[in-house]
């Protein structure tokens, strides 16, 4: 089998992987020999599926092809990560092949796990089930919400956390329920949030707009409800109560459209793997981004065992922090901890209309506008629509830093 060397090694060429490279390519005095592995032969900016499944833009328009995005100075290695070995500083891939390194960034996001829940994958993309969170399922979406007529059930789920942008399963629903109002049924109409978590979004500041946004929808909210069976033929919903005096109880719901965000996890090759904890995510320290037990070895991203919500907004501000403390090590100096858990998450609440939630651990509000971030906004939605992808691929991506900063002294004035 084969052992080739680099530098840097970073696997996953996702959000966290093309900018942590772009950057590293970008901000050291020094030529360094970097490596991305990656299988995927795309990429999509994920953040927009929330508006592809409401017809507001197409997947097309998510899409750039990987090898467009790797650094020019940069390798790519196309395979996918079998497992790491940090004690001899190896990658090992599926081929059987092996990469070592000096430095690794970790970062190979989360993945869906459609199986976790019965009968769902018989069922997704036809008969009304569907899910933004996948390119292949995600235009169906779409397609469900168009065909409701008068008299029809929405349902709307949400697993248990950590899952990719976790405002996004209540994004689906606002979108839909506004749709259904615009094309004149809505009356008509039922639509539920199903969610496997207490309260509707994790940060309180935001959950108690939203709470209200809900209601200002008429969507009826089912907290500790977590989908467990999807029945394609007989078009029912079976949901296992979780906590409480019904602890373990199951209730069914009948629907026309069923909007599944399916259970998350690392890959396999974080799977009981020495650079993961039991759960399978890489153990870094909350603000370095180093890990815990091999210095050479950082984390972002999805992947990463840090309590940040997972966000392509987080992955903006912890590349800066990963990239400087590579270079720091480089010239033997000391790693900082500047990471402070900033995550955002721009709630679609209606066509036109976002609440920018953007806080940092422990859930404290730090808006990045100097405005009342618990209302929704037109100008949040523009910035949603069409500042954040412009930022994404033409500045985060290409490896460039200087984004406006959040307001970290803002004070909840109601607190
Ligand atoms: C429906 C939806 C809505 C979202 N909305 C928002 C939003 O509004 N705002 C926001 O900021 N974020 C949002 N996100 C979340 C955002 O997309 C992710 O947080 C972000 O992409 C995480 O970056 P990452 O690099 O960790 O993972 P990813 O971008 O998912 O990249 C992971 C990469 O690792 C690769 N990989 C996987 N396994 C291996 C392996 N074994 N070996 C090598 N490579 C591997 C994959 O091919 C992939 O390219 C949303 C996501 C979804 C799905």
Redesign the pocket.
Known sequence: MAQIHHQIVV???????ITVAASLSRHSDVPLDIAV????DH?YY??A??LVGAGVCTLSETLRDEESLIPKDVSWIKA??RSFEPETKTVVLTSGNSVTYDYLVI?????CKWDAIAGLKDALGREGVCS??APDTVEYTWACLKALKPGAKALFTQPAMPI??P??PQKAAYLAADYLKRTGIRPHCEVRFFTQTPAIFGVPFYAKELVKVAAGHGIEVHTHHNLVEVDRRARRATFEIVGGDQQGARVSFAYDMLHVTPPQAT???LKGSPVANAAGFVEVDAGSLQHVKYPEIFA????AATANS??????RRQAPVVVRNLLHLLRGEAVEASYDGYA???LTTAYGKVLMAEFIYGGKPTPTLPLDPSKERYVNWAITKHGLPRLYWDYMLKGYESFPAHDTSYADPAA
């Open positions: 696997v996953g060429g996702g959000a966290a992987g592995i990656d299988p995927a990429h994920q953040p599926f929330s996918r990560v970062c190979p996001g989360l993945v933004n969170y990719k942008c405002g996004a890959p396999d090759c972002l991203g999805d992947a997972k966000t392509a907004a987080a992955v955002a998450c721009p």
